[in-house]
T-cell receptor
Framework: EAGVVQSPRYKIIEKKQPVAFWCNPISGHNTLYWYLQNLGQGPELLIRYENEEAVDDSQLPKDRFSAERLKGVDSTLKIQPAELGDSAVYLC???????????FGPGTRLTVL | GEDVEQSLFLSVREGDSSVINCTYTDSSSTYLYWYKQEPGAGLQLLTYIFSNMDMKQDQRLTVLLNKKDKHLSLRIADTQTGDSAIYFCAEIGGATNKLIFGTGTLLAVQP
C-alpha cells in the first residue's frame, strides 16, 4: 500500500511569489491534515479535512494561505504571496477517520529567499 | 492552552538504554504518542498509550505514563545507531481532538 505522497519535495522561491503544495493521502483515508513544521519544532496543525469539508482551519493564516480538497481525495495548500517567515517543512498526513492513527508524508521543504 | 515539552538532546552509546522524557499539560488527553522522524522524512508512529494505562511494552520500546504528574517517557532498550533520529511525543485531547506535538528530542547514538 502506498503511503502519503507529497510534491514537490523541495521548493525555493523568492518572497512575494505564490507557491502550491500537493498531497495524495492513503487510499480510503477520509481525513487529511496539513501541518507546518518550523526548524527545531514539532508539527503544528494548519487545517484538517473530513472528506471535502474543512472541519478545523483555525490555525490557517487565511490572509495568505488557502487549501482545497475538492473531491475529498487529493489536497492542495497554497501560499500567496509567500513571506520569508514561511520557510518551513509542510507536512501532509491522513487517517482513516478523524482522531485515528495519522500517517505522514515526507513533507515539502519550502525556502523563501 | 495545551503544551507539550521535551528535552532537546540525548546522547547514548550503542547498546545502552535511552530514556526520552515528555511532560504535557492537558489533563483530558486520551491518547499519547511517540513519533520518530529521520532526516528528510515524515513522522513515523512508533507506539502509543491510552491514558488509562501506565505502561506499554512493544519489543525494545517501553512507554511509561504518570498521569498524576503528566509525565510520559519512552525507553529504548539496546539502542542502535539506526535509532538516531528526532523523537516527538504528542497528545490528543478530548476537547479539541487535535494532535499536539512536543518540540522533539534529538537522539544521537554513538558507536
Amino acid at each position: 500500500e502506498a503511503g502519503v505522497v507529497q510534491s514537490p519535495r523541495y521548493k525555493i522561491i523568492e518572497k512575494k511569489q505564490p507557491v502550491a503544495f500537493w498531497c495524495n493521502p492513503i487510499s480510503g483515508h477520509n481525513t487529511l491534515y496539513w501541518y507546518l513544521q518550523n526548524l527545531g519544532q514539532g508539527p503544528e496543525l494548519l487545517i484538517r479535512y473530513e472528506n471535502e469539508e474543512a472541519v478545523d482551519d483555525s490555525q490557517l493564516p487565511k490572509d495568505r494561505f488557502s487549501a482545497e480538497r475538492l473531491k475529498g481525495v487529493d489536497s492542495t495548500l497554497k501560499i500567496q504571496p509567500a513571506e520569508l517567515g514561511d520557510s518551513a517543512v509542510y507536512l501532509c498526513a491522513s487517517s482513516r477517520v478523524g482522531g485515528g492513527e495519522q500517517f505522514f508524508g515526507p513533507g515539502t521543504r519550502l525556502t523563501v529567499l | 492552552g495545551e503544551d507539550v515539552e521535551q528535552s532537546l538532546f540525548l546522547s547514548v552509546r550503542e547498546g545502552d538504554s535511552s530514556v526520552i522524557n515528555c511532560t504535557y499539560t492537558d489533563s483530558s488527553s486520551t491518547y499519547l504518542y511517540w513519533y520518530k522522524q529521520e532526516p528528510g522524512a515524515g513522522l513515523q508512529l512508533l507506539t502509543y498509550i491510552f491514558s488509562n494505562m501506565d505502561m506499554k511494552q512493544d519489543q525494545r520500546l517501553t512507554v511509561l505514563l504518570n498521569k498524576k504528574d503528566k509525565h510520559l517517557s519512552l525507553r529504548i532498550a539496546d539502542t542502535q545507531t539506526g535509532d538516531s533520529a528526532i523523537y516527538f511525543c504528542a497528545e490528543i485531547g478530548g476537547a479539541t481532538n487535535k494532535l499536539i506535538f512536543g518540540t522533539g528530542t534529538l537522539l544521537a547514538v554513538q558507536p
